[in-house]
T-cell receptor
Framework: GAGVSQSPSNKVTEKGKDVELRCDPI?????LYWYRQSLGQGLEFLIY????????KSGLPSDRFSAERTGGSVSTLTIQRTQQEDSAVYLC??????????????FGPGTRLTVT | AQTVTQSQPEMSVQEAETVTLSCTYD???????LFWYKQPPSRQMILVIR??????QNATENRFSVNFQKAAKSFSLKISDSQLGDAAMYFC??????????FGKGTKLTVNP
């Protein structure tokens, strides 16, 4: 079946512009995660959705970052007023997990964001 | 907060040989899960192997196995009969009381023909 998909695969934007990154999880997966991968910081957790709610937003680095999930499916990560330090690969993952732990997280191919 | 440490930024192995990647973690939780993920140049993260902390038996998946030492908080990955396709970044990850994964910095594995 189809895996996790993300769009766009690459995005170049100018400093100060807003960007939206999209994630389509595996059908039926209730949990959805956003991570950021950068050379300096490695892989960092950003936010976790269970259904349409976000019980854990602890990784969002500033109020310029927000995310939503609609219909228990597609999620959008929005970065407002982008800064050069936002340049990174943004990874989305989904899992069938609800309240349980230890489910495999299935990752998408990521969106490489470059802020010039 | 939980931390995961991978002390080997790079490793290399000859094709068909065995290599072990190291991982240690720090936690005060008793119930958790540990993972090894592989990330080839395509960027796609792929689960290699998973270990439940309450299980004493080490997990194995074909050529991949782990040495899980709970008291030492160590979780190493052994790759046997290494293949060219095993070349990738390998990340050790921890999942405890929250749903998120906490990753180590990764180990870049090169497989030499």
């Amino acid at each position: 079946g189809a895996g996790v998909s993300q769009s766009p695969s690459n995005k170049v934007t100018e400093k100060g512009k807003d960007v939206e990154l999209r994630c389509d999880p595996i059908s039926g997966h209730t949990a959805l995660y956003w991570y950021r991968q950068s050379l300096g910081q490695g892989l960092e957790f950003l936010i976790y959705f269970q259904g349409n709610s976000a019980p854990d937003k602890s990784g969002l680095p500033s109020d310029r970052f927000s995310a939503e999930r609609t219909g228990g499916s597609v999620s959008t990560l929005t970065i407002q007023r982008t800064q050069q330090e936002d340049s990174a690969v943004y990874l989305c993952a989904s899992s069938p997990g609800g309240t349980g732990k230890g489910y495999e997280q299935y990752f998408g191919p990521g969106t490489r964001l470059t802020v010039t | 907060a939980q931390t995961v440490t991978q002390s080997q930024p790079e490793m290399s192995v000859q094709e068909a040989e065995t290599v072990t990647l190291s991982c240690t973690y720090d936690t005060s939780e008793s119930d958790y899960y540990l993972f090894w993920y592989k990330q080839p140049p395509s960027r796609q993260m792929i689960l290699v192997i998973r270990q439940e902390a309450y299980k004493q038996q080490n997990a194995t998946e074909n050529r991949f196995s782990v040495n899980f030492q709970k008291a030492a908080k160590s979780f190493s990955l052994k790759i046997s009969d290494s293949q060219l396709g095993d070349a990738a970044m390998y990340f050790c990850a921890y999942q405890g009381g929250s749903e998120k994964l906490v990753f180590g910095k990764g180990t870049k594995l090169t497989v030499n023909p």
